[in-house]
């Protein structure tokens, strides 16, 4: 019943409406092409420059600061389907965990993005990144661990979807983050955390 109101209350939800909005108005003066790859999620997606790590590539991102998976799953007809993309790589579930949501919770909302997607997109492909262990959300990491493996086991269903794992890469000696991966808020990548999931992801990358 929460998870049926959650989902409710998201679909009403104006937030990154302006947001949303300013990327539909440059797509009328700048059409992007289709067939192309389509980057969404939160903060760490905004912050991955594509001319910057995929200069090679066409990349349309789509990222929303402070966006959980339920707000990709409701404004997926806007921010991944007009573009028609070949490949939508997609982080999210970082916030829904810290802000308490169950790993169930989040399965359910990478399935329903899943499904919104090859309902009308049956060929695309798409790459979901697991929950980053940061030192700021350090104390909820086993959360984020659990709710990774729920979202492999779903990627492991079907050929078109791949789950890349960032976690134990990212892990030093100690078993704990490499603090040269994130910025100084402990949560957000560094350039070499950027730089390390750029090669991580390039082989899921090609046609």
């Known amino acids: 019943m929460a998870l049926l109101l959650a989902a409710s209350a998201a679909a009403q939800d104006p937030r990154y409406e302006k947001e949303v909005a300013a990327f539909e108005a440059l797509d009328r003066t700048n059409p992007s092409p289709k067939g192309q790859i389509v980057f969404v999620g939160s903060s760490t997606i905004v912050d991955w420059d594509p001319v910057r790590y995929f200069p090679d590539l066409r990349i349309i991102n789509r990222g929303l600061w402070g966006s959980s998976l339920i707000d990709s799953v409701r404004l997926v007809n806007r921010i991944v389907l007009p573009y028609e993309p070949r490949l939508i790589v997609a982080y999210a579930g970082d916030n829904d965990i810290d802000a308490g949501q169950t790993s169930e919770d989040v399965a359910v909302q990478v399935e329903r993005f ?12 798409i790459v979901f990144i697991g929950i980053k262990p940061s030192p700021q959300r350090w104390l909820t990491i086993d959360r984020a661990r659990t709710t990774n493996e729920m979202i492999r086991a779903i990627c492991s269903r079907d050929d078109r979807v791949a789950f890349l794992d960032v976690d134990g890469v990212m892990l030093g000696w100690d ?30 990358l090609n046609p």
Do not use: C, M, N, V
């Not at 899943?114 to 049956?122: C, E, F, N």
């Not at 991966?181 to 899921?204: K, N, V």
């Open 114 to 125: 899943i499904k919104s997607i090859h309902a009308k997109l049956p060929q695309a492909r």
């Open 175 to 204: 078993e704990k983050p490499r603090k040269e991966l994130f910025a100084e808020d402990g949560l957000h990548l560094s350039p070499q955390g950027y730089q390390l999931w750029t090669t991580l992801l390039r082989p899921f």
